[in-house]
């Protein structure tokens, strides 16, 4: 096992060099920090050199808060239960892939698959996002995800959507400018996609229909859930509350419960 | 279609430490290829250790049964020669080889490819460079009024050798270019080549994780024909109708693996019937018909074209593909994006890679990364028509002019 260069500082904070630490190495380290005897102390673990170590923050038993330097790899915060992770740069592919409660702060652009299968928790992301993010994200009760997006998303945001919210505000559009994704909420089947800034009917998916507010299905509880996410997404990266509220919203519905019922089963 | 052996899954018994250590069964298996790809497009050259390092990083994307190279800008001194890197399963094959090319060439020079003792790559084969030129009056070949095409001969005497020769195998076949590849995890197959000694001012490279076919050495990546290089993650599905298509214009697969169509279209679309990169991109990722339906007219009758006469060379399946060639590198995935890329700039270079991290990781200092859409192919080219050669004599290479060898 390489050294992992761990010392502690002010206490409460390590810090950990986890430049060429394999990425079960690193993962075992943040348990044992997080979790073994050792550790009970620790409130921050900051990790530095970061270079694409997967499941970063899966099995963490404690809440904690993890800082990330570097480019995180694939399925970080797999699973996660209750941790903050933070990541000053990029993260790649499958971020928050089920994961139940916790956030995730994202200083950058996030990759494919975000939010695959969430169950619950927030992923805050500065910029835009890849392609398939929320695909097949579900609620219970009142474990409710969301993801909330400063940028735009590439295609299939909100894919086989089956519970949750999908927010995304656009910030990186220009005047005018469209988002980017197309067959949005394809397959959708419950939970609720917010997207401010233009959008053509072509780019959505056919499962999904529109409600524009002042229509009877936006309600002021889908303001007040706006305004918090907006005020976590400006605590986080900065901008004007106000200014994001400004712009013109729509919610996407899933109009279906079952869309491809018929496809799979003799009875609708 | 492919079966994974380093993975054998299901059935048998397990015996008590393995129930302990790995108590649920979980094989998962976590691989998917990795692609990455650096060019410096002031034509800079730089050492092949840069890609090693980046492609190592991304380790756990391959399962060992696959690693490759190709560098551009390899051979200064033999720059306007082809070069010929094939693969020999036995002896008797080279020297049936090496006649075969005296007899279509003037073979300047031959030499077997250095290689690392101790590297961990599995049954290495015997692997030789030559460095040739076409002499179509040996073929009684060419005329004045009809001369020959080089490179369409170049590529049927690759053909002749791969159909015809049993055993042998062209890696690649253009000029100042070559590819590197075997058994093994990319960063063993570059410690079994001596990548590190070699200087190009574009790089590509590959880890494989093989889902449909076997790991051989011939099936490693990057496939290539001329000094067209592919290296690919995904699966082809239509590699029956590409394959066959490819064929009526010449082109026969002998590498049984599906990335090899990839090159041979990027060779018939690009070189011969000299389509921009930026149309071919769409014959292999063509828009879907109802995004055809909304373009202006001269773009939809482009497009409709594109599908009508190329239907046969369509991609279809998951696929982000890095093609290159002299002064060219091409980044593209499938038009839903089913595998991942991430690109990014740092002055002149250009980088295209399966994860941001083994970007970074070797140039930390980015101007700008970003995630293209599907479809939307990432160009980089040399910014003067000839790639700037800094002298040349690097440990390993041998430094040789065309006087010394005649």
């Given at each position: 096992?390489?050294?992992?260069?761990?010392?502690?500082?002010?206490?409460?904070?390590?810090?950990?060099?986890?430049?060429?630490?394999?990425?079960?190495?690193?993962?075992?380290?943040?348990?044992?920090?997080?979790?073994?005897?050792?550790?009970?102390?620790?409130?921050?673990?900051?990790?530095?050199?970061?270079?694409?170590?997967?499941?970063?923050?899966?099995?963490?038993?404690?809440?904690i808060e993890v800082e990330i330097h570097g480019t995180p790899g694939n399925d970080l915060a797999a699973f996660m239960n209750g941790q903050r992770i933070v990541v000053y740069g990029n993260a790649q592919d499958g971020v928050g892939n089920t994961m139940n409660s916790g956030e995730v702060v994202i200083h950058g652009h996030s990759g494919d698959i975000m939010g695959m299968s969430m169950r619950g928790g927030t992923i805050y992301v500065r910029d835009y996002?890849?392609?398939?993010?929320?695909?097949?994200?579900?609620?219970?009760?009142?474990?409710?995800?969301?993801?909330?997006?400063?940028?735009?998303?590439?295609?299939?945001?909100?894919?086989y959507m089956a519970g949750g919210r999908i927010v995304v505000f656009g910030l990186d559009l220009g005047p005018g400018e469209c988002h980017h994704a197309n067959f949005i909420g394809t397959g959708m089947h419950n939970g609720a996609i917010y997207l401010r800034g233009p959008v053509r009917d072509y780019q959505l998916g056919k499962e999904v229909g529109v409600v524009r507010p002042g229509e009877g299905l936006w309600s002021p509880a889908d303001w007040d859930f706006l305004r918090k996410c907006a005020e976590g997404y400006v605590r986080h990266f900065g901008g004007e509350v106000e200014e994001i509220l400004r712009g013109e919203f729509i919610k996407l519905y899933a109009k279906y419960l079952r869309p491809y019922g018929p496809l799979y089963s003799w009875r609708n | 279609?492919?079966?994974?052996?380093?993975?054998?899954?299901?059935?048998?018994?397990?015996?008590?430490?393995?129930?302990?250590?790995?108590?649920?069964?979980?094989?998962?298996?976590?691989?998917?290829?990795?692609?990455?790809?650096?060019?410096?497009?002031?034509?800079?050259?730089?050492?092949?250790?840069?890609?090693?390092?980046?492609?190592?990083?991304?380790?756990?994307?391959?399962?060992?049964?696959?690693?490759?190279?190709?560098?551009?800008?390899?051979?200064?001194?033999?720059?306007?020669?082809?070069?010929?890197?094939?693969?020999?399963?036995?002896?008797?094959?080279?020297?049936?080889?090496?006649?075969?090319?005296?007899?279509?060439?003037?073979?300047?020079?031959?030499?077997?490819?250095?290689?690392?003792?101790?590297?961990?790559?599995?049954?290495?084969?015997?692997?030789?460079?030559?460095?040739?030129?076409?002499?179509?009056?040996?073929?009684?070949?060419?005329?004045?009024?009809?001369?020959?095409?080089?490179?369409?001969?170049?590529?049927?005497?690759?053909?002749?050798?791969?159909?015809?020769?049993?055993?042998?195998?062209?890696?690649?076949?253009?000029?100042?270019?070559?590819?590197?590849?075997?058994?093994?995890?990319?960063?063993?197959?570059?410690?079994?080549?001596?990548?590190?000694?070699?200087?190009?001012?574009?790089?590509?490279?590959?880890?494989?994780?093989?889902?449909?076919?076997?790991?051989?050495?011939?099936?490693?990546?990057?496939?290539?024909?001329?000094?067209?290089?592919?290296?690919?993650n995904g699966e082809i599905s239509s590699y029956g109708i590409n394959r066959r298509y490819l064929e009526m214009h010449g082109y026969i697969c002998t590498m049984q693996t599906d990335t090899e169509v990839v090159a041979y279209a990027a060779d018939l679309l690009m070189r011969r019937h000299q389509l921009p990169v930026e149309l071919a991109a769409k014959v292999m990722a063509p828009p879907f018909w109802e995004v055809i339906d909304r373009m202006p007219e001269d773009q939809r009758e482009v497009a409709l074209a594109l599908r009508q006469v190329y239907g046969s060379l369509l991609l279809n399946g998951p696929f982000t593909v890095i093609i290159c060639r002299s002064g060219e590198m091409i980044g593209l995935t499938d038009r839903i994006r089913l595998r991942p890329l991430t690109a990014a700039t740092s002055g002149d270079v250009l980088f295209l890679s399966s994860e941001e991290a083994a970007i970074r990781l070797v140039c930390p200092d980015l101007d700008r990364t970003w995630i293209p859409m599907g479809g939307e192919p990432i160009i980089g080219r040399l910014k003067t028509s000839a790639p700037v050669v800094s002298p040349a004599s690097r440990n390993g290479i041998p430094v040789l002019t065309g006087e010394e060898q005649r």
């Open positions: 096992m390489a050294d992992a260069s761990a010392d502690i500082r002010q206490g409460r904070i390590v810090e950990v060099n986890a430049a060429g630490l394999y990425y079960k190495d690193l993962n075992a380290l943040l348990r044992k920090m997080a979790d073994g005897p050792d550790g009970q102390d620790v409130a921050k673990i900051v990790l530095r050199n970061v270079a694409g170590q997967r499941y970063i923050a899966t099995d963490l038993d404690r809440p996002v890849g392609y398939r993010v929320g695909i097949h994200m579900k609620e219970y009760l009142d474990k409710v995800p969301a993801l909330v997006i400063g940028g735009t998303a590439q295609d299939f945001l909100g894919e | 279609m492919e079966t994974d052996h380093a993975y054998p899954v299901g059935g048998g018994r397990r015996s008590p430490v393995e129930r302990l250590s790995n108590p649920y069964g979980d094989d998962k298996v976590i691989a998917a290829c990795s692609l990455f790809g650096a060019m410096d497009t002031s034509g800079r050259r730089f050492s092949g250790s840069l890609v090693a390092t980046a492609i190592a990083n991304m380790h756990d994307r391959g399962n060992g049964l696959g690693g490759g190279f190709a560098g551009y800008g390899l051979y200064p001194n033999f720059k306007d020669s082809y070069c010929f890197h094939i693969m020999f399963l036995s002896k008797e094959t080279r020297h049936e080889v090496e006649d075969f090319l005296r007899r279509h060439f003037r073979v300047h020079h031959g030499e077997e490819i250095p290689t690392r003792r101790g590297a961990r790559v599995s049954n290495p084969p015997i692997i030789w460079r030559y460095f040739v030129d076409v002499a179509p009056a040996q073929d009684g070949l060419g005329s004045a009024t009809e001369p020959i095409v080089e490179a369409d001969y170049i590529v049927e005497r690759v053909m002749q050798i791969n159909t015809g020769i049993s055993d042998a195998f062209v890696f690649s076949s253009g000029k100042d270019m070559g590819v590197f590849k075997g058994v093994g995890f990319p960063e063993d197959v570059a410690d079994y080549f001596r990548i590190e000694d070699y200087a190009g001012y574009a790089w590509t490279a590959h880890g494989r994780f093989p889902t449909n076919t076997t790991g051989w050495w011939g099936g490693a990546h990057p496939f290539s024909v001329l000094d067209w290089t592919v290296v690919h």
